[in-house]
């Protein structure tokens, strides 16, 4: 059974940072792709950022720029650093690994942007 578990979520004014973590329970060089989702209440879960184990990234527009996914292969760990939060930024966020034909999830981290 895989396991993701986040790690980073918070309160943050405009304008502020936070790194999420995502530790998983399997060998990360057994993965190709990790992603990171989001969900703002009353809304669908988003795809925000992806990254292979090549290292190739992709981004949603709405975080280009301001968002960055990396991976640690040695540690079982992904990341999401944030940058310029906006209160439209404001969801939970969750881990997700696509793994011979099941897609895993974390339980999520809540993110909130307000002053």
């Known amino acids: 059974q895989v396991q993701l578990v986040e790690s980073g979520g918070g309160l943050v004014q405009p304008g502020g940072s936070l790194r999420l973590s995502c530790v998983a329970s399997?060998?990360?060089?057994?993965?190709?792709?990790m992603r990171w989702f989001r969900q703002a209440p009353g809304t669908e879960r988003e795809f925000v950022a992806g990254?292979?184990?090549?290292?190739?990234?992709r981004y949603d527009d709405s975080v280009k720029g301001r968002f960055t996914i990396s991976r640690d292969n040695a540690k079982n760990m992904a990341y999401l650093e944030m940058h310029s939060l906006k209160p439209e930024d404001t969801a939970v966020y969750y881990c997700n690994l696509p793994l011979m034909g099941a897609e895993y999830w974390g339980q999520g981290t809540q993110v909130t942007v307000s002053s």
């Open positions: 399997v060998s990360m060089g057994s993965v190709n792709t």
């Open positions: 990254i292979t184990r090549s290292g190739n990234t």
